[in-house]
């Protein structure tokens, strides 16, 4: 059964910092991995998509990282804003799809 | 390009009493899914569907939950009857294609939610 984790639970950093979201899975047999946004009482907002096949993705300030073999995804967000301040989850495509709980981002001014 | 569209946005029922929420996805995407995120956790799949034909469905508690996506368009997601547990917001996604690695067909876009509240 697949399990994802994301470390950490919540963080708060001050605005300008560069910054490192983590995301674990247990199996390693999937076919993308999804990062996404939500702000308080709002749905999911797709960020990137890697295949399983890529190793990263960039839009913008943001970059995803891919490492089957270790389990591993990070979401680097560059020069943060207060702007960034939302939930981040990342979601594996396995059978079935399993999102992991998220991080709490707050970007202080 | 319009999104994917739910309703009703909220609802509150008794427990015992039955719900069904209503999705439309993007125009053309073959793939749609229907999520419970309950407070504080990530959303979980209930069931997927691809055209009108069921992908996964191993997480909808099927003695109360049902859903349906006639003409591989359109889908309701039912519950019946309701207990305390269910409370949470139900989403949709939808996504162009199937689960086949090597494709961004499979990325998905997400509506706004139904919040459900069950008392």
């Known amino acids: ?109 | 390009e319009a999104g994917v569209a739910q309703s009703p946005r909220y609802k509150i029922i008794e427990k015992r009493q039955s719900v069904a929420f209503w999705c439309n996805p993007i125009s053309g995407h073959a793939t749609l899914y229907w999520y419970q995120q309950i407070l504080g956790q990530g959303p979980k799949l209930l069931i997927q569907f691809q055209n009108n034909g069921v992908v996964d469905d191993s997480q909808l508690p099927k003695d109360r939950f049902s859903a349906e996506r006639l003409k591989g368009v359109d889908s309701t997601l039912k519950i019946q009857p309701a207990k305390l547990e269910d409370s949470a917001v139900y989403l949709c996604a939808s996504s162009p294609g199937g689960t086949s690695g090597g494709s961004s067909y499979n990325e998905q876009f997400f509506g706004p939610g139904t919040r459900l509240t069950v008392l």
């Open chain 1, 1 to 109: 059964k697949q399990e994802v984790t994301q470390i950490p639970a919540a963080l708060s950093v001050p605005e300008g910092e560069n910054l490192v979201l983590n995301c674990s899975f247990t199996d390693s047999a999937i076919y993308n991995l999804q990062w996404f946004r939500q702000d308080p009482g709002k749905g999911l907002t797709s960020l990137l998509l890697i295949q399983s096949s890529q190793r990263e993705q960039t839009s913008g300030r943001l970059n995803a990282s891919l490492d089957k073999s270790s389990g591993r995804s990070t979401l680097y967000i560059a020069a943060s804003q207060p702007g960034d301040s939302a939930t981040y989850l990342c979601a594996v495509g396995s059978r079935p799809l399993v999102f992991g709980k998220g991080t709490r981002l707050s970007v202080i001014a």
